[in-house]
């Protein structure tokens, strides 16, 4: 677990633009479970490629015309319980931190994995993003 003082701002690059913080399994349930429309949910990391690109790209992505109703962002490493409920939802990708899961309806339609993210712009990944948007929002 990181000290919160740590990730207070890699958390607020997220929450300042829009994102709901879940911290615990149940937070993630009522989302999923009560889910009509498109929700963002961004696995967060403190990893270097979720700062360099993971959210650079995400706050890029929802600057498009379409976009999910719904933000949502769990923390790796923080807050593991409601981490590990999200990835749930995210089956059958393995755990992968940082990623960005495109949900409708309660059901995964798109997701980026921590290799399609490593090494790739933000630019590049907010593009692979507007185009899901397109497609399912």
């Known amino acids: 677990m990181y000290p919160e003082e740590i ?9 300042t633009v829009g994102f709901d913080e ?3 399994p149940e937070e993630v349930d009522a ?18 490629c979720a700062a360099a690109n993971a959210r650079p790209a995400v706050r890029m992505a929802i ?14 490493g923080v807050d593991s ?28 339609v798109h997701f980026i994995e921590r290799h399609h993210i490593e090494g790739r712009p933000a630019e590049m ?3 692979n993003l507007k185009s899901a948007f397109d497609e399912y929002c």
């Open 31 to 48: 989302l999923m479970n009560d889910m009509s429309g498109t929700a963002l949910v961004m696995v967060n990391s403190v990893c270097g």
């Open 7 to 15: 990730v207070a701002p890699m958390k607020a690059e997220l929450t």
């Open 63 to 76: 600057q498009h015309d379409k976009k999910p109703v719904k933000l949502a962002t769990v923390f790796a």
């Open 81 to 108: 319980d409601a981490t590990a409920k999200a990835r749930q939802y995210f089956l059958p990708y393995p755990p992968s931190s940082p990623s960005i899961a495109l949900m409708k309806d309660g059901k995964l």
């Open 22 to 24: 879940l911290r615990t």
């Open 125 to 127: 990944i907010a593009e």
